[in-house]
């Protein structure tokens, strides 16, 4: 709930449409201006209260006291040479959080985070070794995606328009639902947030699987990072999230959630060489989630610093993929996006100091 009664002034980055409501009910001012306020933040994107010019400078005044907008700034562009973006992003206490943009033929896509540093230890994952800082707010989380819409406007004389959003950055959403489910809310209302469909935006998990309605129900897609085709070889790569519910407990889950008509799951697996990428492997998946309306997202580990695991080679990888599909299972091989700015799956999380270093000169 918002600190409406609290000293510090309210972020309306942070509020939902009812929430705002409430709020607006509380200044005794007329309903309409819920959705008015929101679509100058939204769809006009305003980042000052003076700039809501349809709100008489009496009104305005009076909200600037009690409420303002925490944009967060973007303080770091890193380029990959494969056209990937990564943004290092400042919040409002001096934090910094990491959000890609991918750009692909027809769509743009942003990779948000929902935590700074994550409170899981899966092996292969750079933002680990973090530990968790803290939760991002709603505000936090959708203010990403504004931060990168307003770099493209500046940036590009026809500036295109971010078409989906992922929560695969720093973080695991589903630990942080409340906020996440916040700025979901904002980010597919159509006549005063972003109006995005949800079929254009997917949370990524490592598995908490009592929050999997919640998304679901929210109507947009969930990505399910198994990695694993044994109950053993997940607990050695996700230790955290096997031990909040094992790989079998897990498949349950999926089997029995009601997706919509016409709707699948994803199951992201990222490949470790000679840890969980053997044919063996690849036939352990196919029959364990036979079923489970789904498709499988094959990522080859992206190199981090200090890690034991190493990339598999393009052979087993093809020869994994094809066995999936030899057993009517879905299955892409996710293309490695922006490695030489550390702005890949599980690659977040680097110091900017790091990163700085490891920039090709
Ligand atoms: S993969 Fe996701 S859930 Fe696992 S440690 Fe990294 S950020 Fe956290």
């Not at 769809?43 to 008489?56: C, F, G, H, P």
């Not at 029959?287 to 087993?316: H, Q």
């Not at 093809?318 to 490695?339: C, H, V, W």
């Amino acid at each position: 709930m918002p600190p409406f009664a609290s000293k510090e002034k309210l972020d309306l980055l942070s509020i939902t449409k009812p929430e705002m409501e409430r709020f607006i009910h509380l200044q005794g001012w007329k309903p309409y201006r819920a959705e008015q306020i929101l679509r100058w933040i939204y769809q006009r994107n305003v980042t000052q209260i003076n700039d809501m010019t349809d709100l008489s400078i009496h009104d305005r005044t009076h909200l600037g006291f009690i409420a303002t907008i925490k944009r967060p700034t973007i303080t770091t562009v890193l380029q990959s040479q494969d056209g990937t973006a990564k943004f290092l992003i400042q919040l409002h206490d001096g934090a910094t959080v990491e959000t890609v943009l991918i750009p692909e033929r027809d769509r743009r896509t942003v990779c948000i985070s929902t935590q700074i540093g994550c409170s899981l230890d899966c092996r292969f994952c750079l933002t680990a070794k973090l530990g968790l800082k803290r939760n991002l707010n709603a505000g936090e989380i959708i203010g990403q995606f504004l931060s990168v819409q307003d770099y493209l406007e500046k940036t590009y004389k026809t500036p295109p328009r971010l078409t989906n959003v992922v929560m695969m950055g720093m973080g695991e959403p589903l630990a942080n639902i409340e906020p996440v489910r916040a700025a979901i809310q904002n980010m597919i209302h159509g006549r005063c947030g972003l109006g995005l469909s949800p079929r254009r935006i997917t949370i990524s998990t490592a598995g908490i699987p009592n929050k999997f309605r919640d998304i679901v129900e929210l109507g947009v897609n969930l990505a399910v990072s198994l990695n694993a085709s044994t109950n053993e070889q997940r607990r050695t790569i996700m230790p955290a999230a096997n031990k909040i519910c094992p790989l079998p407990e897990l498949l349950d889950v999926c089997r029995s959630l009601p997706l919509p008509h016409r709707r699948r799951l994803t199951f992201e697996y990222v490949l470790l060489r000679g840890v969980n990428d053997s044919p063996q492997d690849a036939v352990r998946l196919a029959r364990s989630i036979r079923g489970i309306p789904c498709m499988v997202n094959l990522i080859p580990f992206n190199e981090i610093p200090r890690s034991s695991y190493a990339k598999p080679d393009e052979a087993t990888v093809l020869a994994f993929q094809n066995i999936l599909i030899r057993q009517n299972i879905d299955t892409y091989l996710r293309k490695s996006k922006g490695p030489d700015v550390f702005g890949a799956c599980g690659q977040l999380g680097a110091s900017t100091r790091e990163l700085l270093c490891t920039m090709p000169k």
